[in-house]
């Protein structure tokens, strides 16, 4: 077994100790139930996670846990070792990696089309907690660093930054008509983005390139968010006051909906932009291009020998 990733922990019998692999919402469901798992159990939880998810510790409060390197356990195989929690030894926290709990993994995978649980009700089927048992909020939340108050300063007052987080690692929406609308929409605010990969950046668009502590202070203080769900939303739920957020598919928002969380935040379904390109060729001799159409969803665009641009028309948007 590779637990090269977690042999600096070191394991303490009184205790059990919760491996959260996945996102940062599923190590804030964790930490919500944290009290009530230790009465279940009783004896103390120490969670094993990513270095990432540090700010979900502090949120809660949280002092016993240590850093993992994920991709350096063979998570299969330390679920097969530890099938329930037991004091004493790592319990990998996800249904995937237990065999016997396979069922319920599928009863919330998306591409399965599952039972449509909603996710904190289907962590406490997971982890044996009573359906009445409730989700505790987080008991503090970072302030605007001085850092970043500089960078804001630069581009307006914080109450007057309409934030457009266009990245999930869970969630890929490709869709630029989305973003342009949005930001049409709320002309009077000055739009920003948060995100980590150049590939999902808006073009014109300032990224305020901040930390996770950050992110998190300037999305609860600023005047509106517009998300694309992500653990990131989950961090933010229960204490923002504007906020819309993305989903790919009913079925997805129907599984992570934050609205029993709080009721104000808007929830969306996008669907990604249907590409098409066609190409029409004037062939010489059968394989020599002399002249190439291009038509898209946006233009239309002429090339002579395959190469050479032309013409380009765009067309008119549709009011």
Known sequence: MELSGIMDVKIEKS????????????????????????????????????????????????????????????????????????????????????????????????????????????????????????????????EISPHAKKIIQKIAPV??????????NSINIQNRALWKNIIKANKQFKSVTIVNNKKNRIKGIKNLKLDLYDTVAVMLNCHSVYAIRSGLCDLVASDISNMTVMYSNPYFRDVYTLKPLNENIVEWVVENEKKYDKKIKLKLFGFLTIFKIIKTDENLKFYLFDILPILKIQKKEQK
Do not use: R
């Open 159 to 168: 109450e007057k930054l309409n934030i457009l987080i266009p990245e999930a």
């Open 15 to 142: 205790k059990i100790y919760f491996l959260s692999p996945y996102g940062l919402g599923d190590t804030m469901i964790l930490c919500g139930f944290k009290s009530e798992l230790e009465k279940k159990y009783n004896c103390k939880i120490h969670f094993l996670i990513k270095a990432s998810h540090k700010i979900v510790m502090d949120m809660y409060k949280v002092k016993d846990y240590s850093f993992v390197e994920m991709d350096k356990v063979d998570l299969f195989l330390l679920g097969d070792a530890t099938p329930q929690p037991e004091k004493g030894k790592i319990f990998v926290a996800h249904p995937e990696y237990h065999k016997e709990l396979l069922y319920l993994f599928n009863e919330i995978n998306t591409s399965t089309g599952g039972a449509k649980t909603q996710f904190i009700e289907w962590y406490k089927k997971f982890l044996g907690l009573k359906e009445k048992v409730k989700f505790m909020l987080p008991l503090w939340y970072p």
